[in-house]
């Protein structure tokens, strides 16, 4: 991981193994955004190697998607019965390749990273203008959290370099043993409704749902002075439930 005293960023040739430095050690700190931040932006702004080879080096291949509009489950090769050669990582390897074909140039941005070790989930807050090159003046700027689920296993075992060689771990967990690493094993993006409504109608999509917001404030408003009576009665003796 980069020393805090250097400001450079990784380049995006160095993405690869700095995800790599990441995902192998599991204290993932303050310092991570901005390996994170390398990483996606290779993901979602890199060559097309570049994308081929993060897909391939850090998701594991049954690694499935969730996202508002669209999904890829897992499931690994031998499992649809005319491509026995396809994996799930395949197909989430093709959204992304849409996505750059749909919107080559992203102006992509990660505010913050979170990595809870306990659940084996990364939190990213990111910020990304999505614009389709053949619509004129059509910009979607949006916010989303994606949620990484992580799973361990040997480098060996997950992510084969391109020339079929396997990728080599950072460290070793005593002698002759390989350390595990983490590999993202599920994405899942989230995005708040005005957001979403961005992708399919720009500019009055997210106006009309602001003002639904506001009519949805206003019902809640009336809905709990008018029926406080009812409130009281069906909460009466109500307590905090303890936290396990």
Same mark, same amino acid.
């Given at each position: 991981? /980069?020393?805090?005293?250097?400001?450079?960023?990784?380049?995006?040739?160095?993405?690869?193994?700095?995800?790599?430095?990441?995902?192998?050690?599991?204290?993932?700190?303050?310092?991570?955004?901005? /390996?994170?931040?390398?990483?996606?932006?290779?993901l979602t702004t890199g060559s097309?190697q570049e994308q081929q080879d993060? !897909?391939?080096?850090?998701?594991?291949?049954?690694?499935?998607?969730?996202?508002?509009?669209?999904?890829?489950?897992?499931?690994?090769?031998?499992?649809?019965?005319?491509?026995?050669?396809? /994996?799930?990582?395949? !197909?989430?390897?093709?959204?992304?390749?849409?996505?750059?074909? !749909?919107?080559?140039?992203?102006?992509?941005?990660?505010?913050?990273?979170?990595?809870?070790?306990?659940?084996?989930?990364?939190?990213?807050?990111?910020?990304?203008?999505?614009?389709? %090159?053949?619509?004129?003046l059509y910009k979607a700027p949006?916010?989303?959290?994606?949620?990484?689920? *992580?799973?361990?296993?040997?480098?060996?075992?997950?992510?084969?370099?391109?020339?079929?060689?396997?990728?080599?771990?950072?460290?070793?967990?005593?002698?002759?043993? /390989?350390? *595990?690493?983490?590999?993202?094993?599920?994405?899942?993006? *989230?995005?708040?409704?005005?957001?979403?409504?961005?992708?399919?109608?720009? %500019?009055?999509?997210?106006?009309?749902?602001?003002?639904?917001?506001?009519?949805?404030?206003?019902?809640?408003?009336?809905?709990?002075?008018?029926?406080?009576?009812?409130?009281?009665?069906?909460?009466?003796?109500?307590?905090?439930?303890?936290?396990?």
């Amino acid at each position: 991981m /980069e020393h805090p005293g250097e400001c450079c960023p990784p380049s995006r040739a160095a993405a690869a193994q700095t995800l790599g430095h990441l995902l192998a050690n599991s204290g993932v700190n303050a310092n991570a955004v901005r /390996e994170i931040a390398s990483v996606i932006t290779t993901l979602t702004t890199g060559s097309v190697q570049e994308q081929q080879d993060t !897909l391939t080096n850090f998701f594991v291949p049954h690694a499935s998607f969730t996202h508002p509009l669209c999904r890829v489950p897992s499931f690994s090769k031998g499992t649809v019965p005319l491509a026995p050669g396809l /994996e799930s990582r395949w !197909l989430l390897l093709c959204i992304y390749r849409w996505y750059r074909t !749909l919107s080559p140039n992203i102006d992509i941005h990660i505010d913050s990273a979170v990595f809870d070790q306990r659940s084996g989930q990364l939190f990213v807050s990111i910020r990304q203008t999505f614009a389709i %090159w053949f619509i004129p003046l059509y910009k979607a700027p949006v916010k989303l959290t994606t949620v990484l689920n *992580l799973e361990q296993h040997p480098a060996s075992e997950t992510s084969p370099s391109r020339n079929g060689n396997t990728a080599s771990s950072n460290s070793l967990s005593g002698p002759g043993q /390989e350390r *595990l690493r983490y590999f993202i094993a599920h994405q899942e993006d *989230l995005y708040q409704m005005n957001d979403l409504i961005q992708f399919v109608c720009p %500019w009055l999509g997210p106006l009309l749902w602001f003002f639904w917001q506001l009519v949805s404030t206003g019902l809640c408003v009336a809905g709990a002075v008018v029926l406080l009576p009812l409130y009281l009665l069906l909460n009466k003796g109500a307590k905090a439930k303890k936290v396990q």
